[in-house]
DNA sequence: CGCTCAATTGACGCGCATCAAGAGTAGTGG
DNA sequence: CCACTACTCTTGATGCGCGTCAATTGAGCG
């Protein structure tokens, strides 16, 4: 994939402000940064948001570039990840419609940001948006209430990758799709699954090989249904609980 | 150890506001909460503290309980962790001196809080914290900023229980206490070790003889030297990094 | 000195990685 | 529409790193 210039705005498949899919980010941004803000506070929030959208597998930054802007995803899926410098990589999180990401420090971004399937963006310059902090300070609760809860599922997933087996691993990531899933009003017995087994074997610190063997097993054991590619059937939720538990 | 009764101020060990500790606390608190805030705002930090002191191995609070205070670590050494049913322990991170702890969501804490050594704590609840919120927005900003840092942490120790090697894993966390002690103003090439190998095991996602051989390994391979129980000397700091970085 | 518990060391086994082959699946162009 | 290509995904065979079990050593403490 060659680099396409989004930042600088060049890129063929950047949206402009007019576009049908604006109304949508509206809609979503409800559900993620001004869920408690006023009309008159959104309203002042999208003066300062920039729309785009992009294809899959497409580098949005780079872990170590400066950073600059905050997103929040319309509609699609993002990767987030870390890389050791051998190739080995670690998938921080995923990241679906309503999610915000490009939280860093002075060292620049501490995760490569990467759509997974074609994705609408908006966002935020960190300096216009530290100055809408100022002028609504809800804002910032609400920044703050966001690290939190991704600090908590940062140490939740801790205690996964150093203490579950494979199976528990697959299981409790079903399992997190599925309360996804349900926090934005789909069924919580089928999950999509975008991403590759690449990319899940990343996220839960095993290899391809073992994540395809385990959905094989739990499809064997009938805790799962796997109909087609890309689509999960969670036959148990509760059995499927119990086993990412480890009970 | 038998529950002393700390939150309810009948532990003998905790300390009142008169005794000389106290002093200390101020001091470790400019460097944590306050760094950036006023005399005035420092003084009305103080009326809503409560200090104690506590012996080794006392638990702060348990995963689950009502989060009702955030803590500020004056001195001393506190572990954070995480169980599953079965006894499987996740640390989730080692705190010293300035060190910050107590963020929760509405279920509860999502870790138990327990101190390693003896350890002085400052105290604050939710409740009067978030009212001094309203009435210093930097200290709004200044929780912010540690949460990320605290984020940041995370995903950092995510990449390490999910790809790096028993050997990687062990130099990392030397190197990170190192980097540490050298924000503490301490010697960079020497570390206090004030946690047992279990401890460090379940830091790590190994087990207590994996860390153990590893230790011997890198001690062998003159990385590192081990002079007494508690502490670790780094003979080449730069070989460390390379190898917590896998290269 | 002797008790207790933490840490080390050794022998062995298992879960997951690695290596390798085969079976879908999707995109492309004639 | 079908063949061709390039993947991704699955499945099998084998190996290794780390876990498990067990015994010994060492350190702190009354």
């Known amino acids: 994939m060659p680099p396409l210039d989004f930042e600088g705005h060049k890129l063929d498949h950047v949206a402009d402000l007019k576009s049908p899919q604006c109304r949508n980010c509206d809609i979503v941004r409800e559900i993620a ?18 729309h785009a959208a992009l294809p899959a597998s497409y ?33 921080i999180g995923f990241l679906f419609s309503g999610d915000i990401f490009g939280l860093g420090t002075h060292d620049g971004y501490c995760y490569t940001a990467e759509t997974i399937t074609p994705t609408h963006l908006c966002r935020f310059t960190h300096r216009k948006l530290d100055s809408l902090l100022e002028e609504i300070p809800r804002l910032e609760r609400r920044m703050f209430s966001m690290a939190v809860k991704d600090l908590v599922a940062a140490q939740e997933q801790m205690l996964l990758l150093g203490r579950k087996t494979a199976k528990e691993k697959v299981a409790t990531f079903l399992i997190q799709l599925s309360l996804r899933a349900e926090k934005a009003g789909m069924p919580t017995s089928s999950v999509a ?14 290899t391809i090989e073992t994540v395809s063997r385990t959905f094989t097993q739990l499809k064997r054991d009938n805790y799962i249904g796997l109909p087609a590619s890309g689509h999960c059937v969670l036959n148990d939720w509760r059995a499927l609980k119990d086993l990412a538990e480890g009970a």
């Open 33 to 50: 940064f001004c869920a408690d803000l006023s009309q008159d506070e959104v309203k002042r929030l999208a003066t300062v948001r920039c």
């Open 193 to 206: 699954l975008p991403m590759s087994r690449a990319d899940i074997a990343d996220y839960l610190g095993l």
């Open 59 to 91: 580098t949005i930054f780079r872990e170590g570039d400066v950073v600059d802007h905050v997103y929040s995803i319309s509609n699609g899926a993002v990767k987030l990840y870390k890389l050791l410098s051998d190739g080995r990589r670690q998938i």
